[in-house]
């Protein structure tokens, strides 16, 4: 998911951003989709080992399952919130979420934001930007001498860089191959359990086909430890494929994310609802 070209050859103004952001603590990186996000991050904490990531992106994403907002480094996933969908346009459960995670950070972060900067996107990025308080904004984009994509923030330094030259533009078939692999990883060590927890927000209608929803296993205190695909539910239990959660699960969390099964495990489907649904 973080491979990106040639970190050794950097545009001067990135070089430039680099150094400035040497003493910041809450790093904002915005940018389109395919514009070098990814490579600035790494470049960014490769040269600060104590900086947590912080990944809003629900789709496209550096640390985490598919459809949720992560927290912890490059190697690690500290914790995730479930979103529920792979669609960055739930703005208050992102912002709610970068606000959450931001808290629980314990120190300096840089903050990775999904591509969707027009219209709403503009709007998700400047309730974003309320919600962690940075103290630094960096926007990646085409045209640093275009209008910013959120206002300015009072008092907070705003640096905008051209767009990598090492990123490249990614297929539709290539980010869901990316979200795919993320899925899996989510899932691995899956098997077929059942247990007694209660629905978030009330049982789902299943479909009679083959898809069933994405859900998260929450603990007691609410706090999301895990994907499973849900198969069924009833006298006997909850009827999950899963991953073991560390702790007892409390709550099944739902969204809009949908799974189809296939040779092995599951395939995450790129539609937000199956066609049975109202």
């Not at 996000?37 to 600060?48: N, V, Y």
């Not at 970068?98 to 591509?115: E, I, K, S």
Request: charged share 20%.
């Amino acid at each position: 998911m973080l491979g990106e070209a040639d970190e050794t050859h950097l545009p001067p103004d990135w070089s430039e951003a680099l150094a400035r952001a040497a003493d910041s603590r809450r790093i904002l990186v915005l940018g389109a989709t395919d514009v070098g996000k990814t490579r600035f991050i790494r470049q960014l904490m490769g040269d600060r080992a104590e900086l947590r990531l912080i990944d809003l992106d629900p789709g496209q994403k550096m640390i985490g399952p598919p459809g949720t907002a992560s927290l912890g480094n490059l190697s690690e996933l500290g914790r995730f919130i479930f979103l529920g969908s792979t669609s960055a346009s739930n703005l208050g459960g992102i912002a709610r979420a970068a606000a959450a995670l931001a808290a629980d950070a314990g120190g300096p972060f840089v903050v990775n934001t999904a591509g969707f900067i027009a219209g709403l996107g503009a709007r998700l990025q400047a309730i974003t930007a309320k919600a962690i308080a940075p103290d630094l904004v960096i926007e990646i984009g085409p045209d640093p001498a275009s209008d910013p994509i959120t206002p300015a923030i009072a008092g907070v330094p705003l640096i905008r860089l051209h767009r990598s030259p090492a990123a490249r533009r990614k297929s539709s078939s290539v980010r869901a191959g990316i979200r795919q692999r993320a899925f899996e990883e989510a899932l691995a060590g899956a098997e077929l359990v059942s247990i007694a927890a209660s629905f978030h927000r009330g049982p789902p209608a299943l479909p009679p086909g083959a898809e069933r929803p994405v859900c998260a296993l929450a603990d007691e205190a609410g706090a999301d430890m895990c994907l499973a695909v849900l198969r069924g539910f009833g006298e006997a239990g909850v009827q999950l494929d899963a991953p073991p959660p560390p702790r007892p699960v409390e709550l099944v969390r739902l969204g809009k994310m949908w799974a189809e099964p296939r040779t092995g495990g599951w395939k995450l489907l790129d539609k937000l609802s199956p066609s049975w649904s109202a």
